[in-house]
C-alpha cells in the first residue's frame, strides 16, 4: 500500500463519493504517517528500552502489572508481549517493537471481529496471533493486516454495501457497535495515535532520551 492522500498524482485523480471513500482516505492517511515513522527504525531502535541488561533481566520475569518495560519477549521458543491493567498514574514505558505489535494486532482482531461477528474467545483468540521478532516481519505484518482493512473497505465500496458498514458488529471484548465505528476506532484512528507515539520514542532514542 503506497497510496499518498497528499501527492498532485493522488489528489488529482482521486474522488470522494462515499463514505467508503472517506474511511479509505482516513486509512490511506494513517498508512503514510506510519510509513514514513518506521521506515528508517534500526533493529537497536526497535527494541530499546531505558533500562540497563541487568534490570532488563530482572524486569522480564515480572507481571505486566508490575513490570517497567512492555516489549516484545520469547517463552518457550515462541514470541509474546506485555498487557495487562495499570493505574494511569503508572503506565509501563513500551517499546517501539511493542507498539508496532499493538497496532498490528488490534487491527487484525478488530477486523476478524468485523468480519466473522464474533468477539476475541468465542472462536479466536489473542494468543492465536504470531508475535513477529523482528523489526522487518514485524513491519510487514503491520502493513499486510492495513492492506487486508483497505481491501476489505474496498469490496464494501464495490458492492455499495451500505448495510455492512452500519450493521453492529463486535469489538473485541464483546462490544457490539456500528462497523464503522469499529473499522475508525480499532484500526484508522489506533493506527494515527500510536504512529505518534513511535515518533516520540524515536526522538527520544536519537537524543539519548
Same mark, same amino acid.
Request: proline fraction near 6%; include cysteine.
Given at each position: 500500500?503506497?497510496?499518498?492522500?497528499?501527492?498532485?498524482?493522488?489528489?488529482?485523480?482521486?474522488?470522494?463519493?462515499?463514505?467508503?471513500?472517506?474511511?479509505?482516505?482516513?486509512?490511506?492517511?494513517?498508512?503514510?504517517? &506510519?510509513?514514513?515513522?518506521?521506515?528508517d527504525i534500526t533493529e537497536a531502535e526497535y527494541h530499546w528500552e531505558p533500562l540497563s541488561e541487568a534490570e532488563r533481566?530482572? @524486569?522480564?520475569?515480572?507481571?505486566? /502489572?508490575?513490570?517497567r518495560v512492555w516489549r516484545i519477549f520469547p517463552v518457550n521458543g515462541t514470541y509474546t508481549y506485555d498487557y495487562g491493567?495499570?493505574?494511569?498514574?503508572?503506565?509501563?514505558?513500551?517499546?517501539?517493537?511493542?507498539?508496532?505489535?499493538?497496532?498490528?494486532?488490534?487491527?487484525?482482531? $478488530?477486523?476478524?471481529?468485523?468480519?466473522?461477528?464474533?468477539?476475541?474467545?468465542?472462536?479466536?483468540?489473542?494468543? @492465536?496471533?504470531?508475535?513477529? #521478532?523482528?523489526?522487518? *516481519?514485524?513491519?510487514? $505484518?503491520?502493513?499486510?493486516? &492495513?492492506?487486508?482493512?483497505?481491501?476489505?473497505?474496498?469490496?464494501? /465500496?464495490?458492492?455499495?454495501?451500505?448495510?455492512? &458498514?452500519?450493521?453492529?458488529? #463486535?469489538?473485541?471484548?464483546?462490544?457490539?457497535?456500528?462497523? $464503522?465505528?469499529? &473499522?475508525?476506532?480499532?484500526?484508522?484512528?489506533?493506527?494515527?495515535?500510536?504512529?505518534?507515539?513511535?515518533?516520540?520514542?524515536? *526522538?527520544?532514542?536519537?537524543?539519548?532520551?
Open positions: 500500500m503506497s497510496s499518498n492522500p497528499f501527492s498532485p498524482q493522488d489528489y488529482s485523480s482521486r474522488k470522494l463519493f462515499s463514505v467508503f471513500d472517506a474511511l479509505i482516505l482516513g486509512l490511506d492517511t494513517a498508512v503514510l504517517r &506510519l510509513n514514513e515513522t518506521v521506515v533481566i530482572e @524486569d522480564i520475569p515480572m507481571s505486566a /502489572e508490575t513490570k491493567d495499570r493505574r494511569p498514574e503508572a503506565p509501563a514505558f513500551t517499546t517501539i517493537a511493542w507498539i508496532m505489535n499493538h497496532i498490528a494486532t488490534t487491527a487484525d482482531m $478488530y477486523l476478524y471481529c468485523i468480519r466473522s461477528g464474533k468477539p476475541v474467545g468465542e472462536e479466536r483468540f489473542w494468543h @492465536d496471533l504470531t508475535i513477529y #521478532p523482528n523489526l522487518r *516481519e514485524m513491519r510487514d $505484518y503491520l502493513f499486510r493486516t &492495513l492492506q487486508d482493512t483497505r481491501d476489505y473497505l474496498s469490496l464494501l /465500496e464495490k458492492q455499495k454495501d451500505h448495510d455492512q &458498514l452500519n450493521k453492529l458488529t #463486535p469489538a473485541p471484548w464483546g462490544e457490539m457497535r456500528p462497523a $464503522y465505528l469499529n &473499522l475508525w476506532g480499532g484500526v484508522i484512528e489506533h493506527a494515527l495515535q500510536h504512529a505518534m507515539q513511535i515518533a516520540v520514542r524515536k *526522538e527520544q532514542i536519537r537524543v539519548k532520551y
